[in-house]
């Protein structure tokens, strides 16, 4: 095991053993600003109600480079179905188990890693690095990533790239790079109906049978054609209820949520317009809400996109392929701000699973690239 193998090996299973279930740090970004502060950067601890935010900065000017994540991670389960302790980190077979492995600790190990490199070899490096990490991105969204994004508009303090830990590979780290994401809108819709005997259904009014048309020329509407980088625009039903428990009984409301995940070729506005105005024609008595979780982001070729690419190619010799697909990520957050963005992090293969796992010598190789893509836009 080489000495950078080992280093990242050490600070993601120092990380893992943190049970930081979300919306809890559980000290992690103590541990990491500790280790960035000895490396010459100021950092500051921004709480917004239960969410820890970390923003550590080295250097004054521009450009800004930033890498992004998050601490927190998702419930890991019935203890039982793992094969070992969720927060207890082992290799097995050349893979890191522990929940947080591939998503994302082992990212953030590789950021300190690779930051801990560069600084060594470029003490008086051009521009600044910064780290954005919050333990708000597995929940609610609410007071992490956003919230640091608004702190850092109102200071004047936008970063100019960004590159966020997600894991973004399929096969191999680095064969995918994501440069972009849909946007996410999600529905809640109520049809009210009047709740009967089913024997006398001209005394009541049944809202699935008067929701059903209307839902399913939803589900068949074309909504764009999408482009060279998004899929046409997508709707998806998640959930029907309606029904007292009793099969005798006529309901009186039938609940439905739904999502769009939805391309550059449409907005949010645009998108409730349109689903509203096929609701009226229905004659449906609805009530609707709406939840925007991001609107979609492209970052298309640039410096960051080809720092990236040359990076892959050093430290792994194969090529990467550019990707919009998956859903949404903080990045939705930080590239309205007119950053460039891109995700890059382990295989994703296991990621909120039991046993999720990461091979180690590709926690190494990864630390290399962003090694590689700061010696590129800072060096």
């Not at 080992?6 to 930081?20: D, F, G, P």
């Not at 919050?134 to 929940?139: I, P, R």
């Not at 590159?163 to 049809?191: A, M, W, Y």
């Not at 309606?242 to 949520?257: K, L």
Request: charged share 25%; net charge negative; hydrophobic share 35%.
């Amino acid at each position: 095991m080489t000495g950078n193998e080992q280093r990242v090996l050490e600070y993601a299973s120092e990380l893992i053993r943190r049970e930081s279930v979300t919306p809890d740090d559980a000290g992690c970004q103590q541990w990491l600003a500790q280790r960035l502060e000895a490396l010459g950067f100021a950092c500051e601890h921004l709480r917004f109600g239960e969410v820890d935010n970390l923003w550590a900065r080295r250097g004054n000017e521009g450009p800004v480079f930033v890498f992004a994540g998050h601490t927190d991670v998702v419930p890991p389960g019935d203890p039982d179905a793992w094969d070992s302790p969720a927060f207890s980190p082992q290799i097995r077979d050349g893979l890191l188990h522990g929940r947080g492995a591939a998503d994302m600790k082992g990212s953030i190990a590789a950021f300190l890693v690779a930051v801990e490199d560069f600084v060594a070899e470029a003490p008086d490096h051009h521009g600044s690095i910064a780290l954005l990490i919050t333990s708000d991105e597995e929940g609610p969204a609410t007071d992490g990533t956003v919230r640091v994004m608004e702190t850092l508009r109102e200071r004047g303090e936008i970063p100019d790239w960004c590159l966020v830990g997600e894991p973004s590979s399929t096969e191999r780290v680095g064969d995918v790079v994501k440069n972009g994401r849909r946007g996410s809108l999600g529905g809640e819709l109520t049809v009210r109906g009047i709740q009967g005997h089913v024997a006398y259904p001209h005394l009541a009014r049944n809202p699935v049978h008067e929701a059903a048309p209307a839902l399913a020329e939803l589900a068949a509407t074309q909504w764009d054609q999408g482009n060279d980088f998004f899929p046409a625009t997508s709707f998806q039903i998640s959930g029907i209820h309606a029904g007292t428990g009793a099969t005798n009984v006529i309901p009186g409301e039938c609940r439905v949520s739904f999502n769009f995940r939805f391309s550059t070729e449409t907005n949010a506005d645009e998108l409730r317009e349109r689903t509203e105005t096929l609701l009226r024609r229905h004659n449906l008595d609805y009530q609707l809400s709406w939840t925007l979780s991001g609107e979609p982001f492209l970052t298309e070729s640039g410096a960051l996109i080809e720092a990236v690419r040359e990076a892959i190619h050093e430290c792994t010799g194969q090529p990467t392929r550019l990707s919009t697909a998956g859903g949404t990520s903080d990045g939705r957050f930080i590239a309205p701000a007119g950053v460039q963005v891109v995700e890059l992090g382990p295989v994703n293969a296991t990621i909120h699973k039991v046993n999720e796992c990461t091979p180690v010598d590709q926690l190494d190789d990864l630390a290399g690239i962003y090694r590689n893509i700061l010696a590129r836009l800072l060096g």
